[in-house]
C-alpha cells in the first residue's frame, strides 16, 4: 500500500510538474540587536581599466578612431577616397619640434574640383542615431590659399549619407573648425567621410566627432548609457586607471597621469597594452587617446557618488610582461607624480596643481582619500618601492590611505610574503584578487572569518568567477559565475569589519573589441546591458545597509549548510530596514524561516530575487533582461520571515524595524 501510494505521488507530481522541494525547512536566527560590524560607504565599487575597448571606443563617446594619426601606423582606421572624377594625394607629415605630444598630421593635396579625401571607420563602425546631433570638429591649415571646402558626411553601410555638414577652413595657421549637424537615421556601423571639395592642398588633424547626447551632455564626454548604468550601480568607490594598463608592457607606456589632463591635442596618444597582450585575440587598432584622463575619471567619481581611487604606477613596469624596474635611487619623479597627485586633487587653488584643476573648471576638491601604489605587483622589489612611495606620501598627506598588492593570486607564495610584509609594515589597505572557478567562491566563503580584525583593511581589488579557466576566450558571464559570485559576497559583507572595499573586474567589453573575458557591463555601438554578474553587485551595492548582525544556523554562519549562503544587515540609517541576503545554489526549492530576535518586524516586506533554473544562462544584446532581479511584496506573521527559494537563486528581503 504504502509502495503504491508512493507511486502515485510520483506520478502525480511528474504529471502536474511539482518543482522538488526539500522539505527540511531551515530555521534561521537573526539576532538584530547584536551589531557584529559597520559596512563601509565604500563597499562595493567600480574597478575601470581602458581593456576590451571599456575606453577609447568605449565610455569614452568619439566616433573617430586614429583621429590625431599618432597610430603606429598613422593612417590605421583610415581610407583614402575619391569622388568620381577626383584626384589627389595624402602625406603623412610630422612636426615633432613643434608639437612633441601631437607630432603627426596629413596634408591633403586636391588635384580637382570633385571631393577628394580620407574615411573613417570608427571603432567596428560608429553607433548612429537617428535625430541626435553630431559635433564634428578639426584642426585645419591652409598654408597656400585656395577655394577649399570639406564636405563631412556621415554614411550608413550601404553609402547613403545619413547626417552631413561643410568647414571653410581659411587660416594659414592651425585653427579648430566645429560644425554640427542631425543624423537621419539610425546605424550602427557608420562611417566618416571627410572630403576635400576644390583644387588644392590643406593640412588636416584632430579630426572628431561626438554625439551631443553624453553623459550630463558635457562636450567630448562620455557615453550616457554606459554611465548610467554605472550610476545605477551606487558604487562606493571608482578605481582607476586600472590594473595592467597602471603599469605597462614597458615603463615607456605606464600610464602617466599628467599627460591625460587638460587640451586633447595635447595628450600623447600610446599603445594601449592590450594591443598585443593576447595573441588569440590581437587588437592591433587598440590605443589610449587619454581623451579619458585623470581629470575625467575624477569628475566621473563625482557624478556617480563613488570616492576616488587613483592607481599609481611604483616603478614597475608589468611583471607578466617587461618587469623593468626604476633604479631606486631614480624614483624621484615617481614619487614626485603620486604627490602632485594628491594635490591636483585635493590641493587649494593656490597650490600648482590645484590651480591646475580649477583651471580646468572644478575648483572644489575632488575629495581624495585613498591611493594605489602599483597594481598587481609582487616580490621584494615592490616592497622596497612601495615604502618610499609610503615614507613621503605619509609625510606630507599622512590621512591620505594608501593601497598596496598583495599579487595576482589570492594564495600561494607570493601572496604569503606580500601579505606578511605589509602586515609587519602595519599598512592600510591590501588589495586581494581573484580569478577563480565557481567553486573556488563557494570554498571561500569563510575566506574572512579569522582574519585578523586590527590588522589592515582588505579590498577585494579585482574578482570574477571563471566558467573555463583565468581569462579563457571561453568564459562566459552565466549565471552559475554570478550565483557563486553573489554566494561568495555574503562572507565579504559578514566580515565588513576588515573588508572596506571589493570591485567585479573587468568592467566594460565591446562585443566584437574585446580581449578578456568575463566582464561586467558588454555593449555594442549602440546598446549594452547588463550581466547577471552586474545584477549580482548592483543587487550588493543597493542593499547594503549600515551594520552586520549575525544570521545564524544552528549558531554557525550560513556558508554553504544545504547548499545555502547567507548574510543580515540593518539600515540604520534611512530606511531603518532588516536586509537579508540568502543564495540557494541547490538545484531544489528551499524553505527557510527566519526568526529575528531584538527587534519587531513590520508585517509587509519585499523580496527580490535573481535566478534562473539553467546555470549556463546569459543575459545578451538581443536578451539583455533575461536574468534580472524581480522584486515582490513578502507577507510576515509572528516576526518570523518565511522564504520559499526558488533553485538556484539570489534572494534579497528587505523589512521595515522598529526604530
Ligand atoms: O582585469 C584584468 C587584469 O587582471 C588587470 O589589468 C590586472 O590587474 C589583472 O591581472
Excluded at 511539482?18 to 560590524?37: G, H, L, M, P, V
Excluded at 610630422?94 to 573613417?120: D, M, T
Excluded at 558626411?153 to 561643410?166: H, P
Excluded at 595573441?279 to 587598440?286: F, G, K, L, N
Amino acid at each position: 500500500m504504502k509502495r503504491y501510494l508512493l507511486m502515485l505521488w510520483a506520478i502525480v507530481s511528474y504529471t502536474f510538474g511539482y518543482s522538488q522541494s526539500n522539505s527540511a525547512e531551515k530555521i534561521y536566527t537573526i539576532d538584530a540587536d547584536k551589531i557584529k560590524a559597520h559596512i563601509q560607504p565604500t563597499m562595493y565599487g567600480i574597478f575601470f581599466e581602458d581593456i576590451n575597448m571599456a575606453g577609447d571606443g568605449g565610455v569614452y563617446a568619439e566616433l573617430v578612431k586614429n583621429r590625431s594619426f599618432e597610430f603606429s601606423a598613422p593612417l590605421m582606421g583610415w581610407k583614402e577616397i575619391k569622388e568620381q572624377g577626383a584626384d589627389g594625394s595624402i602625406l603623412v607629415l610630422n612636426r615633432g619640434q613643434e608639437n612633441p605630444y601631437n607630432p603627426r598630421f596629413i596634408e591633403v593635396n586636391s588635384k580637382s574640383a570633385a571631393g577628394y579625401g580620407l574615411i573613417n571607420e570608427g571603432f567596428h563602425g560608429m553607433g548612429i542615431k537617428k535625430n541626435n546631433r553630431y559635433h564634428f570638429s578639426i584642426l585645419a591649415k591652409q598654408p597656400e590659399t585656395a577655394e577649399l571646402s570639406l564636405q563631412i558626411e556621415l554614411v550608413n553601410k550601404s553609402g547613403q549619407v545619413i547626417g552631413k555638414t561643410t568647414v571653410l577652413p581659411s587660416s594659414k595657421a592651425w585653427k579648430k573648425y566645429s560644425a554640427s549637424f542631425i543624423a537621419t537615421e539610425t546605424e550602427a556601423e557608420a562611417t566618416l567621410k571627410v572630403l576635400v571639395k576644390g583644387k588644392g592642398s590643406v593640412d588636416l588633424d584632430m579630426i572628431s566627432l561626438f554625439p551631443q547626447d553624453t553623459w550630463k551632455q558635457r562636450p567630448g564626454g562620455l557615453r550616457a548609457d554606459l554611465v548610467q548604468k554605472l550610476a545605477d550601480m551606487k558604487p562606493g568607490f571608482l578605481r582607476f586607471p586600472g590594473g595592467c594598463i597602471v603599469e605597462g608592457r614597458e615603463l615607456d607606456t605606464r600610464y602617466q597621469w599628467k599627460r591625460t589632463i587638460g587640451d586633447v591635442a595635447n595628450r600623447r596618444m600610446i599603445v594601449n597594452r592590450w594591443n598585443t597582450e593576447f595573441a588569440h585575440r590581437p587588437s592591433p587598432d587598440y590605443f589610449q587617446s587619454f581623451g579619458l584622463g585623470f581629470f575625467e575619471y575624477f569628475q566621473l567619481a563625482e557624478d556617480i557618488g563613488a570616492s576616488p581611487l587613483p592607481i599609481i604606477n611604483c616603478g614597475m613596469a608589468c611583471q607578466f610582461n617587461s618587469c623593468e624596474l626604476v633604479p631606486v635611487n631614480q624614483l624621484g619623479p615617481y614619487v614626485q607624480d603620486a604627490l602632485d597627485l594628491i594635490e591636483f586633487a585635493n590641493g587649494s587653488v593656490n597650490t600648482t596643481w590645484g590651480k591646475k584643476r580649477a583651471q580646468l573648471g572644478h575648483p572644489k576638491p575632488f575629495n581624495l582619500k585613498m591611493m594605489g601604489v602599483g597594481n598587481e605587483q609582487w616580490g621584494p622589489q615592490y616592497i622596497e618601492r612601495y615604502k618610499l612611495f609610503e615614507k613621503a606620501i605619509h609625510a606630507k598627506y599622512p590621512q591620505i590611505k594608501l593601497v598596496s598588492s598583495l599579487g595576482p593570486n589570492p594564495d600561494g607564495e607570493v601572496f604569503d610574503y606580500l601579505d606578511k610584509t605589509f602586515r609587519e609594515l602595519t599598512a592600510d589597505i591590501l588589495d586581494e584578487h581573484y580569478y577563480r572557478a565557481p567553486e573556488w567562491f563557494l570554498q571561500n566563503a569563510k575566506r574572512y572569518d579569522n582574519y585578523d580584525r586590527k590588522g589592515p583593511k582588505i579590498f577585494a581589488g579585482e574578482y570574477a568567477a571563471q566558467s573555463v579557466a583565468i581569462a579563457s576566450p571561453d568564459n562566459k558571464n552565466n549565471w552559475q559565475c554570478a550565483m557563486s559570485e553573489a554566494a561568495f559576497m555574503t562572507g565579504l559583507e559578514r566580515n565588513a569589519d576588515v573588508v572596506t572595499m571589493a570591485s567585479y573586474a573587468p568592467l566594460f567589453a565591446h562585443v566584437q573589441g574585446w580581449q578578456w573575458t568575463p566582464d561586467l557591463i558588454w555593449f555594442d555601438n549602440l546598446q549594452s546591458f547588463g550581466t547577471p554578474n552586474y545584477y549580482v553587485q548592483q543587487l550588493y551595492s543597493l542593499n547594503k545597509g549600515t551594520d552586520v548582525v549575525p544570521l545564524t544556523l544552528n549558531n554557525e554562519a550560513v556558508t554553504g549548510q544545504d547548499g545555502c549562503f547567507a548574510s543580515a544587515t540593518l539600515d540604520n540609517n534611512n530606511t531603518h530596514e532588516l536586509i537579508i541576503k540568502i543564495v540557494n545554489t541547490g538545484k531544489v526549492e528551499k524553505t527557510a524561516d527566519f526568526s529575528v530576535k531584538g527587534t519587531t518586524m513590520s508585517s509587509e516586506g519585499t523580496l527580490t530575487v535573481l535566478q534562473s533554473d539553467d546555470l549556463n544562462s546569459v543575459n545578451s544584446i538581443n536578451e539583455p533582461l533575461a536574468i534580472c532581479p524581480k522584486k515582490n511584496t513578502l507577507v510576515i506573521k509572528d516576526n518570523r520571515i518565511k522564504l520559499t527559494m526558488k533553485p538556484y537563486s539570489f534572494n534579497i528581503i528587505r523589512v521595515s524595524i522598529a526604530k
